[in-house]
């Protein structure tokens, strides 16, 4: 997956709802992804009993006030934290910058190695991590920065704090950055149907298999 996306925008824009959409385009799991991941849910012991293999990209959303080690892994046994449970599908963080800053420097280091390891005294382990990051947070702490409905109440102190929390080195990371501006009603209220997630799969999986010939010179 390997992907990174951050969406700035005010509350109720819809960035939470954009996340979640993403699973329904990403291409279908081949054999060996699913596998991977229903071992990883297996040993977790969050496969379902009706499911003996994983077909659908997993989707993780933890929140801000999770720990560290619910977050990436440990325990006092080995275990895997949410970022192994996203390997190949889509971890969403949401209000990124309350996560703290060791959580943050780990998910950028898992980032760059796609493996997370964990030292203890009575053993090592490490676990796959894989996954297409999706983030989302406010321009602000109120959230409404540069919106043109609502005015901001921070200072530019503030709000240089604010976006400060996010490490240059991760900030190096992300590889799109998003801007969601408020939805007006009137298009909250459209009753459109636009195009279908499985039209958009389809256009995703096409691109996919395209990719690796371009790398190729072909």
Known sequence: MDTTLVMIGPPGSGKTLLARTLPSILPAMESEAA?????IYSISGLLPPDQPLARERPFRSPH?????VGLV?????????EITLSHRGVLFLDELPEFTHIS????????EDHVVTISRAQWNATFPCNFMLVAAMNPCPCGFYGDPKKACGCSAAQVSRYQRRISGPLMDRIDMFVEVPRVEYEKRMDTDAGESSASVRQRVEEASEVQPQSFLGV
Request: net charge positive; hydrophobic share 30%.
């Open 64 to 68: 801000y006030t999770t720990s560290h």
């Open 35 to 39: 596998l991977e991941v229903t071992k």
């Open 104 to 111: 943050l420097e780990a998910l950028r280091q898992s980032l």
């Open 73 to 81: 892994a440990g325990g006092r046994t080995p275990r895997a934290g």
